[in-house]
C-alpha cells in the first residue's frame, strides 16, 4: 500500500473535553505520524471556505457555527493507507452509527459534535492540506 498524507483535524467539542492527546496516540497507535500540526480558532470565512463543497447542505450553518465554536487541532497525517486508515479509526459520521471502538464511538456527542475530521479521499486530502500548511510546514519522512 501506498504511503499517504491525509488531513485531520480535531474538532471544537474534542478540544474542549480535553482529549487531544488519547486522539492522537490513536493515530499513532494505528502506524500514522503527525508530520505537521497547529492550533487554531477558525474565523467563519475560513470555516465557510473548508466546508465549501457542503454550502448548499441543510446543515451547513449548524457546520460552521459549530466548527468556530472554539479552537482546534489540525494535522497532516502520514503513513500506509494513511486517508482510510484515518477513515476507520474515524468512525461513522454520526456517532450512535459508529463502530465501538473508534475514536466518533468514544469521544463524540452528536452529529455535529463528532469530535474529527479526516479527507474522504486522495484529492480531498491534497487540497485540504495545502488550505491550512504550506509545503515548508509538512516534516514528512
Ligand atoms: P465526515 O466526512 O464523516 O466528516 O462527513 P461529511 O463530510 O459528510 O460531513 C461533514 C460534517 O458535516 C460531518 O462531520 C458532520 O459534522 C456534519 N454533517 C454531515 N451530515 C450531517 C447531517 O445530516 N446533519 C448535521 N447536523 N450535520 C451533518
Same mark, same amino acid.
Given at each position: 500500500m501506498a504511503v499517504e498524507r491525509t488531513l485531520s483535524i480535531i474538532k471544537p467539542d474534542a478540544v474542549a473535553k480535553? /482529549? &487531544? %492527546?488519547? &486522539?492522537?496516540?490513536r493515530f499513532e497507535g494505528a502506524g500514522l505520524r503527525v508530520v505537521a500540526a497547529r492550533m487554531m480558532q477558525l474565523s467563519e470565512a475560513?470555516?465557510?471556505a473548508f466546508y465549501a463543497v457542503?454550502?448548499?447542505? $441543510?446543515?451547513? #450553518? !449548524? *457546520? /460552521?457555527r459549530f466548527m468556530? =465554536? %472554539?479552537p482546534v487541532m489540525i494535522q /497532516?497525517? @502520514? %503513513? @500506509? #493507507?494513511? &486517508?482510510a486508515r484515518n477513515r476507520e479509526l474515524m468512525g461513522a459520521t +454520526? $456517532?450512535?452509527k459508529a463502530d465501538k471502538g473508534t475514536i466518533r464511538?468514544?469521544?463524540?456527542? =452528536? &452529529? +455535529?459534535a463528532n469530535a474529527v475530521h479526516g479527507s474522504d479521499g486522495e484529492d480531498t486530502a491534497r487540497n485540504e492540506i495545502s488550505f491550512f500548511?504550506? =509545503? *515548508? !510546514? /509538512?516534516?514528512g519522512r
Open positions: 480535553n /482529549v &487531544i %492527546g488519547q &486522539i492522537l496516540a475560513q470555516a465557510q457542503h454550502k448548499a447542505r $441543510p446543515f451547513f #450553518g !449548524d *457546520l /460552521v468556530i =465554536s %472554539g /497532516v497525517l @502520514e %503513513g @500506509e #493507507g494513511a &486517508i +454520526d $456517532p450512535k464511538a468514544d469521544f463524540a456527542d =452528536s &452529529i +455535529d500548511f504550506s =509545503s *515548508l !510546514d /509538512v516534516n
